[in-house]
């Protein structure tokens, strides 16, 4: 058993970290560092994955293994990575261009699987690193520089989705609150499964403020509700509203004692109501959706390196003759 005690410093290397000026980036990339060290394991056994754009660089800060893969490809190779070697941590880093665009493929069946990875859906509503074109998740009537008339099409949902696809961990957080980060990143990891952390990140140069309107410090009470299991779906500055879900319904009240109703983070049919509430409507609910223990992918069957020389092959009973 591995008993040395692990620092910030041991997952921080020399590289110079190249964001912009504000990027949620940086905040995200301070809470994993900050975060890896309560788990214990050494450097050398987590690996960072990334597919393309502004987040794709994170495994380069990383004093850990990491791969950056090509577009929307990550999540293919972290589940070759886990199947083969179950030892390690896999994170995978993606954004809403890259997981929900050309990755949305490997995004469902990687859900579907159960693959034991955790999913960092960095989500800042427009493509970063392509300079400003609308992206799977920016919503209708954002101007962006392919949607100068605002965007027509409605946005994906990643939480729905993914409750959809059959993810046995679903939840979201803000970059601007890395208390709250840190707490569900290391529920993620502890989770024996698929999770994923949605991600709201705020991109200062393409859709700046983007979601200030809840995630600012002087709106968030307001504005939010912090998931936790067990416990009221209570927001306001003092708490003093909540959200009732009663059969097919959902809707605001004041909190009272005996009208609460307490989060269960396995019930899925609350999960994908919270999932849908509309944002002009209700607050955003923050924090982890959805938690199932179901069985796990993993290969049962190794696949085993021949040490049989050509020769030894041409003698076998079945081969191909030419004709």
């Known amino acids: 058993m591995n008993n040395q005690v692990y620092q910030r410093s041991d997952f921080v290397n020399s590289n110079e970290v190249r964001w912009c000026p504000g990027c949620g980036d940086y905040a995200i990339l301070a809470g994993i560092q900050k975060m890896l060290p309560e788990l214990g394991l050494p450097p050398e056994k987590h690996v960072f994955v990334s597919g393309i754009g502004c987040a794709g660089r994170l495994p380069y800060y990383m004093n850990t293994y990491g791969f950056h893969t090509i577009h929307g490809r990550a999540l293919a190779v972290a589940t070759g990575l886990k199947s083969m070697r179950d030892d390690l941590s896999v994170w995978v880093i993606t954004g809403d261009g890259d997981c929900l665009s050309i990755g949305g493929n490997h995004f469902i069946h990687a859900l579907r699987r159960n693959i034991d990875v955790n999913i960092l859906l960095i989500n800042n509503q427009v493509y970063g690193l392509t300079k400003g074109q609308f992206s799977p998740t920016s919503k209708c009537g ?15 949902n990643p939480i729905a989705l993914a409750l959809g696809a059959g993810a046995s961990f679903v939840a979201r957080c803000i970059d601007k609150d890395p208390v709250h980060l840190k707490e569900v990143l290391m529920a993620a990891h502890a989770h024996k499964g698929v999770s994923l952390i949605e991600i709201y990140q705020d991109c200062h140069i393409f859709n700046e403020g983007a979601f200030d309107e809840f995630s600012a410090k002087a709106n968030r ?31 605001v009240n004041s909190a009272t004692e005996n009208n609460f109703y307490l989060h269960d983070v396995t019930d899925l049919n609350a ?11 209700f607050p955003i609910p923050l924090g982890i959706y959805y938690k199932n223990n179901r069985q796990i992918f993993s290969l049962d069957n190794k696949i085993l390196k021949s040490k049989e020389d050509v020769e030894l092959l041409y003698r076998k009973k079945a081969f191909w003759r030419n004709i």
Do not use: M, W
């Open 142 to 156: 954002q101007i962006t520089k392919t949607s100068p008339e605002g965007v027509k099409l409605a946005p994906i």
């Open 221 to 251: 009470a307001a504005r939010t509700i912090y998931l936790e299991h067990g416990k009221p779906l209570v927001f306001g500055e003092q708490d003093e509203k909540c959200l009732i879900i009663d059969n097919n319904k959902i809707y």
């Open 271 to 281: 999960a994908q109501r919270l999932a849908n509430l509309s944002p002009e409507k």
